[in-house]
């Protein structure tokens, strides 16, 4: 069974950094979809950034664009986060897909392994 496990998390004042990594157990990352998901407290998981399997398709949700970036090697995948806003504070899960999702989606049900998420907390 694929486990996954989140780090980087924490508390962050606004326009501040943090980069999340997620780690795998028993797979090489480089080689399947990708994706980092955010549940806020009373709302939905949202699909913030994604990756296809081959890397080259990569999706953004629009309140994320131009301030966070998916990157993976073949042991972790990658969150930067830059230019936090208080809107960003939520619990954050990694997630991998198959080998055969080329295209980056931002749809849940189209992973099928999760992490348990790690918190970010915007706060001045």
């Known amino acids: 069974q694929l486990q996954l496990e989140e780090s980087g998390g924490g508390l962050v004042q606004p326009g501040g950094s943090l980069r999340l990594s997620c780690a795998a157990s028993g797979i090489a990352l480089d080689a399947y979809a990708l994706g980092w998901f955010r549940q806020a407290p009373g709302k939905g998981r949202e699909g913030v950034s994604c990756?296809?399997?081959?890397?080259?398709s990569t999706h953004y949700a629009d309140s994320v664009k131009d301030r966070l970036t998916i990157s993976r090697d073949n042991e972790k995948v990658y969150l930067e986060m830059n230019s936090i806003k208080p809107e960003d504070k939520a619990v954050y899960s990694c997630?991998?897909?198959?080998?055969?999702?080329?295209?980056?989606?931002?749809?849940?049900?189209?992973?099928?392994?999760w992490g348990q998420g790690t918190q970010v907390t915007v706060s001045s």
């Open positions: 997630a991998v897909g198959s080998i055969w999702n080329v295209q980056a989606t931002s749809n849940p049900q189209e992973y099928d392994y």
């Open positions: 990756m296809g399997s081959t890397g080259a």
